[in-house]
């Protein structure tokens, strides 16, 4: 049911963007948008094009957080993705029996973000069962590079910065296009 993530993530984005959204984003984490943003990656506008209501992307993550399946870490995460038509997308992690096969919310968010048109990720939310910024695993940075690349902007505990400086030297499709190309090569 890929529109109902992005219905119900409009919505939450919505509601979240007024004074309440914003009076949460400064509490919980000290970080207070666009600012921030200008901070980082001294552009307040990422690529798409759109400005970034973290206020609102923050509470988007939190809200599909609740739905998390998370019966044996009890650890739930809420992702959520801007992209650069102005879409939100979204994730929560899935567990599973065998441990090893879970998803993280990350994972359901790159899902979301294809099943309901595409494009490119432009910031991103993670955050886990206080609302606080959440760092995304290792594997999760890897999808977050392929989908929103270098200067996808993620909020962390630091502030807003962008995947050059969380994934740094990272492999992505342009070593194996460079590699096809040597292939090529007389
Ligand atoms: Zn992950």
Redesign the pocket.
Known sequence: MPSTPDGATRAGAAHASGASGASDVSGVSGVAGASDVSHASGAAIPDGGHAVDWAALQAAAAEVRDRAYAPYSHFPVGAAGLVDDGRVVVGCNVENASYGVAL?A?CGMVSSLHATGGGRLTAVSCVGDDGKPLM??G??RQLLWENGGPTCLLLTPEGVLPMSALLPQAFGPEQLDSAAERADAP
């Open positions: 993280c990350e995304p695993c594997r999760c």
